[in-house]
Every structure is written in C-alpha cells, then in structure tokens.
C-alpha cells in the first residue's frame, strides 16, 4: 500500500541550528502534504500544507520564516527549521493524501526533534 | 478552527469491549477518521467513515456517527493488550479544506489483563 517515509526519527541538535525534516511519498505522488506538530500528550497541530510547486500555506500563528516548507517534486516535501529552539522540541509529523474519493491520508512515522 | 473532543482516559479488562467516543462540531465534516498511535510511533489509519454513513465494520472495530448530535463513537470488541494506545478522532470538510485534518487530544487506552 501507499507509504509515506519521514527521515530523520530523531533528531538532536544544538540551539541557534537549522534542522531539516524530509517527507517522502513512496509509491504514489503527492501535490499536497500536511506538516502537524504534536506535543506530549496533546493532539497533532496542523502547521502547514506543503503544495508541490508553489508556497505552502502555513497555519495561524505558524511562522513562516522559522518553519520553512519546500515541496520541490512530486514526491518530497521538506520541513526546515530554522536557529532551533528548546521550545522547537516536538515531535513533527508529515501525511499526504492517498485518496481523492475518501480523503485517506497515510502518515510519515513522525520525527522527534529535541533541542538542547 | 473547529473543536474535535474526547475523553482523555479508558481502562478496559482484556476481552472486554470498548468504546471511545467523540463529539466534533464542525457541521461541514465530510469524512470522520479514527486514528491509532503507539508510543513513540506515527499516526496508523483504523478506519474511516464517510458523513453521510451511520455505521461501518470492520471486524473488531465498529464506528458509530450520529450526525444530528455529531457524536461519533469507536466500538473495539474484545479488545486485546495489544489494543494499548493513544486513539484520535480526527474530521475533515475534504476537498474545501484540502484534506486537512482537525483532530481530537486522543483517548489514550489501557488493557488490562
């Protein structure tokens, strides 16, 4: 079935570093992928939605000069962010559509990212 | 955006049924998804049914909408240890809103033995 890949799982980085979160669709293409935040024991956030050649379209209160999304191809979207903080910590997962008719959508197995 | 509510803790003995329910309130759903989390692990997609849908099954798992009330349940029956994890209702208005989903906290459940 449709898999959608994230790399790295973890990630551990320094303060005032840029990290960045790939998202791949393993077998199908995806014009549209959905970038979600989850902190401990809450529910996922949507941030952004990454659209395949054009800007992605970034949530309420979202930066967009600390959470840069690059949807390059049909098949990869990236998750940059920008001079980490502690309070970036979070865990960090991508899904994209599979099914136009249901709305399925597959998700990436998610990224930890902690910052020190 | 639109409130997606469950409650955060159910405890069942093994073999027992469960039941997991959420309430949304965005009237424009179109899709109503439940969604499995495992410690430390991404989203697995259960089941999904569609607004215009009352009931669906899918061996152990029943999923339950009434749409009036928009209250939406998840039955597992004989629910197993391996059952343990975090559960998320989650609803989208589909295509307007590109698919996007709004989820729930996550009911996060126990099976006892």
Same mark, same amino acid.
């Given at each position: ?15 005032? /570093? ?30 952004? /939605? ?67 | ?113």
């Amino acid at each position: 079935g449709a898999v959608v890949s994230q790399h790295p799982s973890r990630v551990i980085c320094k303060s005032g /570093t840029s990290v960045k979160i790939e998202c791949r669709s393993l077998d199908f293409q995806a014009t549209t992928m959905f970038w979600y935040r989850q902190f401990p024991k809450q529910s996922l956030m949507l941030m952004a /939605t990454s659209n395949e050649g054009s800007k992605a379209t970034y949530e309420q209160g979202v930066e967009k000069d600390k959470f840069l999304i690059n949807h390059a191809s049909l098949t990869l979207s990236t998750l940059t962010v920008t001079s980490a903080h502690p309070e970036d910590s979070s865990f960090y997962i991508c899904s994209a559509p599979v099914d136009s008719n249901t709305g399925e959508l597959f998700f990436g197995e998610g990224s930890r990212l902690t910052v020190l | 955006g639109e409130d997606v509510e469950q409650s955060l803790f159910l405890s069942v003995r093994e073999g027992d049924s469960s039941v997991i329910n959420c309430t949304y309130t965005d009237s424009s759903s179109t899709y109503l998804y439940w969604y499995k989390q495992e410690p430390g692990a991404g989203l697995q997609l259960l089941t999904y049914i569609f607004s215009n849908m009352d009931m669906k099954q899918d061996q152990r798992l029943t999923v339950l909408l009434n749409k009036k009330d928009k209250h939406l349940s998840l039955r597992i029956a004989d629910t197993q240890t391996g059952d343990s994890a975090i559960y998320f209702c989650a609803e989208t208005e589909g295509s307007n809103s590109g698919y996007a989903l709004n989820f729930g906290k996550g009911t996060s459940l126990l099976v006892t033995p």
